[in-house]
């Protein structure tokens, strides 16, 4: 077994606490490696060596920052099984998924790469002659990532590969479930050639090491994923000291299928939104809004298909569907389930814990059908797990205020052979996303990612919004008549 440290200043060494923590494999129970539970003595560390490897870090040439970028993404390609099997060693996704996450790293990180070779700003005519006007993108400075579980691998890697080739120097805190993946990614970064202290690694909780991160002062902006109550707290505290807070949170997506749709795609389409990744994705559908004409056709055909779906070893290449992450995420779960029963919705599949052999070891919940009444808890809530909410709809008005009640906005989908009404989906749907004759997953890198409501404060990470977070736009005139000129002034 593993026993990790933090890494500070381009070298692995303890914490100042001895205390660890392990993280373990969600599917056998097995602990995979130990990490320190860091302490704000680590973080202010980790700040130090950050602030010291800046100045460097932000005069080297962007493009030259991009390629370090492109070669993690190399080893990552060339390491990419090992790494996959990690993430569902680790995580429990099924392994394609495991491979799908790092697969979206490589993606992204060779896209960022080239950002190394844009960072663009814009250039104005003035209003005053023989004067010229331009904006230009400047490094932040030090800051610090918070990541999740569910994409162990990808969503660090949104956040660093951008925060590290618009300049700024890193502390990196992931979740408590999934250091391992993390840790390992910063080896990658090492390996590829980053200088000491451009990025630094601590592990610990949100409350000590995640908070000091937030109300360090020396942190100067926070990119943030994970829940909408650790969200809320972030952004307040980052608030007190005017300090930018990008955050990512929780989702309530929808899949509408209407009348016209072709219902075995469309069934194909949420499986795979609803199950995959056992329902813990930020994109996960979680509602599934049917046109009442084919209400019945479409239920028939979930149920049939739900059926056939194999629960299991996330290793096995077959497994469509493996554990959830952890005691308490199984718990939280399965109370979700608990309160779906006891506010009437009718459960149609699946809504137990499953228990026997490799079952017995790890947290594997079956995958969960509802029919629900919209204004349900569980039609309202993110759970994050195998659960879905089939709600029947009258028409595509109805559907859509349905898709529209609720306080998320990440991401939506809906069938349709209609180009007429997709588009008016495209207008009508409350998120950040919609995909049309497709699952409510599935994000590409080079497009915008984010929501709206309680999804998020507004940002975009990924696509060409992605240095957003990560830059200072900085405007600048150059006057090049040998005069005083004045803006806004008449002349005399
Ligand atoms: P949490 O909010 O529990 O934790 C996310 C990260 O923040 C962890 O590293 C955690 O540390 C840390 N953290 C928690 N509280 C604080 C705090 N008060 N201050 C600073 N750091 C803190 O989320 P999960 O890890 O459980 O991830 C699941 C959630 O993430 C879901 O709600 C999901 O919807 C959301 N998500 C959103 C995505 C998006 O892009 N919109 C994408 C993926 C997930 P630790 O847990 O180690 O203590």
């Keep these: 077994m593993e026993q990790y440290g933090i890494y500070i200043d381009g070298k692995w060494i303890k914490s100042t606490h001895s205390e660890t923590f392990e993280t373990k494999n969600p599917t056998t129970g097995e602990i995979l490696a130990t990490f320190p539970k860091g302490t704000k003595e680590d973080v202010r560390m980790a700040i130090e060596a950050a602030e010291k490897a800046l100045p460097k870090w932000r005069r080297t040439p962007a493009p030259k920052r991009g390629e370090i970028i492109l070669r993690v993404a190399q080893l990552m390609r060339e390491r990419k099984e090992g790494l996959g099997a990690l993430v569902t060693k680790e995580m429990g996704k099924v392994i394609v998924e495991g491979k799908g996450d790092v697969q979206e790293a490589i993606d992204?990180?060779?896209?960022i790469a080239g950002e190394g070779r844009r960072l663009l700003g814009?250039?104005?005519?003035?209003?005053?002659?023989?004067?010229?006007?331009?904006?230009?993108?400047?490094?932040i400075g030090v800051v610090g990532c918070i990541t999740p579980w569910n994409f162990p691998i990808a969503i660090p890697c949104w956040k660093i590969g951008a925060a590290l080739v618009a300049g700024n120097t890193v502390v990196f805190k992931p979740s408590g479930l999934t250091p391992l993946c993390a840790a390992k990614l910063v080896e990658l970064f090492e390996e590829a050639g980053l200088p000491q202290g451009v990025l630094n690694f601590v592990t610990g909780s949100g409350a000590v090491v995640g908070q000091e991160i937030v109300e360090n002062p020396k942190i100067r902006a926070i990119s943030f994923t994970g829940g909408v109550q650790s969200g809320i707290d972030v952004y307040s505290r980052a608030a007190k000291l005017l300090k930018p807070a990008h955050l990512e949170l929780g989702g309530k997506n929808p899949q509408i299928i209407m009348e016209d749709a072709n219902i075995e795609l469309a069934i194909e389409g949420v499986l795979f939104g609803a199950f995959g990744t056992a329902g813990q994705r930020c994109t996960a559908t979680s509602r599934l809004i049917v046109?009442?004409?084919v209400y019945d056709i479409a239920l028939e055909r979930l149920l049939e298909r739900t059926q056939a779906l194999k629960i299991g070893d996330p290793l096995d290449p077959e497994t469509h569907v493996g554990p959830v992450i952890s005691e308490d995420q199984e718990k939280k779960v399965l109370n979700y389930i608990q309160i779906g029963i006891d506010e009437g919705a009718k459960l149609l599949h699946g809504g137990k814990k499953l228990r026997g052999g490799l079952y017995d070891k790890g947290f594997f919940i079956e995958p969960t059908i509802f029919e629900a009444e919209h204004g349900m808890r569980i039609t309202k809530e993110e759970i994050f797990g195998p659960v879905l909410a089939v709600i029947k709809a009258n028409d595509y008005e109805d559907a859509v205020r349905i898709a529209n009640d609720v306080d998320y906005g990440l991401s939506s989908s809906i069938y349709t052979k209609d180009v007429v009404r997709a588009f008016r989906a495209i207008e009508d749907l409350e998120v950040g996303i919609t995909y049309i004759n497709a699952p409510t997953i599935g994000a590409e890198v080079h497009l915008p990612f984010g929501g709206v409501k309680n999804t998020g404060n507004g940002g975009r990470e990924a696509g060409t919004t992605a240095i957003d977070e990560f830059t200072e736009i900085k405007t600048v005139f150059i006057d090049y008549s040998n005069r005083l000129q004045k803006a806004q002034i008449d002349e005399q």
């Design 108 to 111: 992204f990180l060779e896209y």
């Design 122 to 139: 814009e250039t104005t005519p003035s209003e005053l002659p023989n004067k010229f006007c331009m904006t230009v993108r400047q490094p």
């Design 291 to 293: 046109q009442r004409d």
